[in-house]
């Protein structure tokens, strides 16, 4: 029989609705799966005896009934394969090697310094090759590679500008590709760090978000409606450098009075470089927390601006968006305990009324690898996607 293209995607969809209601619903009848898709027994065996076949959804002892012989149950193999994701920071590598519904099996840490692009990227590859080698046996093996990098990335993969590594215009995504043979996707840190507070982290019960990442420079990501908005080219999000002081300090990026230059972790840094409070002129993250938990007054009042510069941003972004949530994440969130009350009390002061209603700010959970698991999570569902295409 000639099966027309229409024919084709129709069944495209109903296979992915079936797969979606077992990865959601586990462990489902196919009565069950029937009943809530509102495709007919027929279909559903049909495409539930295809998924059995590719492994990707499994049969488990019967279930409970309601009357008559306990149904076979069916449940989302979620080892039919293993994705990678790798957070890839200004001076660490954390990669992940999750299961197809992102529980993570390995973690590996990795931090370096100051190197040429060469070298980190063979950090990167040394990191994927410790995964690769930790993944359990299963019928795909490593479907696919995420990386989460701290700068602009185009659609291809090739990060344009990411100057706190010193990039500009690699093509990250060929070279690793060229190097596993696997499939790659490489997302820009914040987008990253959205889809992972989405799926995993605190935003799991919002679908209108934007994930606020501060580290040396800002960067957002935007959920709308569940999905990740990045953008015509991709390169939504780039929140570091909205002015908020048209006469302000002068920005790499060309302008002058970029919100970056007052509220990250840079900004921090440079100014308790010049209160001295480092001993070498360089003085970490990590030093200045533990002075503030000294209680430290000069560190403490330096928080407090940060953290006032910190809300003037997120209120222009509350204004344009006017999301349910917004996540501050990244090395900043670390701050929180000292940061928080003068986030909280400035966006309550600025923000207008009507964009106060329902908003929530969160702080995310600095113990969850969010950005690999989001990345990674991309991997995983571009693997499902192209099992879902009709051969
Ligand atoms: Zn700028």
Known sequence: MHVTWNQQLVKKENKSLVLNLIINHSPISRADIAQQSGLNKGTVSSLVSELLEEQLIYESGPGESSGGRRPVMLLFNQGAGYSIGLDLGVNYI????????????????????????EETLNHVKKVISFLINAAPPSPYGIVGIGIGAPGIVNK???????????WKNVSLKAEIEEAFHLPVIIENEANAGAYGEKKFGIGQQFDNLIYVSVGIGIGAGIIINGELYSGFNG????????????????????????????????????????????????????EILSL????????????????????????????????QQIIIGNRLAAAKKWIEPQVQ??????????HQTDIN????????????????????????????QVQ
């Not at 954390?94 to 692009?117: A, I, M, P, R």
């Not at 009390?345 to 009507?354: A, C, E, M, R, Y």
């Not at 969850?368 to 990345?375: K, T």
Request: net charge negative; glycine share 10%; hydrophobic share 35%.
């Open 156 to 166: 291809e993969g090739d990060v344009l500008l990411a100057p706190n590594l010193g």
């Open 345 to 354: 009390d400035t966006i309550q002061k600025f923000t207008l009324p009507f």
């Open 94 to 117: 954390l990669g992940v090697l999750t299961d197809l519904q992102g529980n993570v099996v390995f973690s590996k840490n990795e931090k370096y310094k100051n190197t040429t692009y």
């Open 235 to 286: 390169h939504s999000g780039e929140v570091g450098h909205m002015t908020i002081d048209k006469n302000g300090m002068q920005c790499r990026c060309g302008n002058k009075g970029c919100w970056e230059l007052y509220a990250s972790e840079q900004s921090l840094l440079s100014k308790a470089n010049e209160l001295k409070l480092g001993n070498k002129g360089d003085i970490s993250l990590g």
């Open 361 to 388: 700010v969160n702080f995310s959970d600095l113990s969850l690898p969010i950005s690999a698991l989001g990345v990674s999570a991309f991997s995983s569902e571009n693997f499902l996607k192209s099992k879902l």
């Open 292 to 323: 503030a938990e000294k209680e430290e007054q000069s560190v403490l009042v330096l928080l407090e601006e940060i953290g006032r510069n910190l809300a003037y941003g997120i209120i222009n972004i509350i204004h344009s968006f006017n999301p």
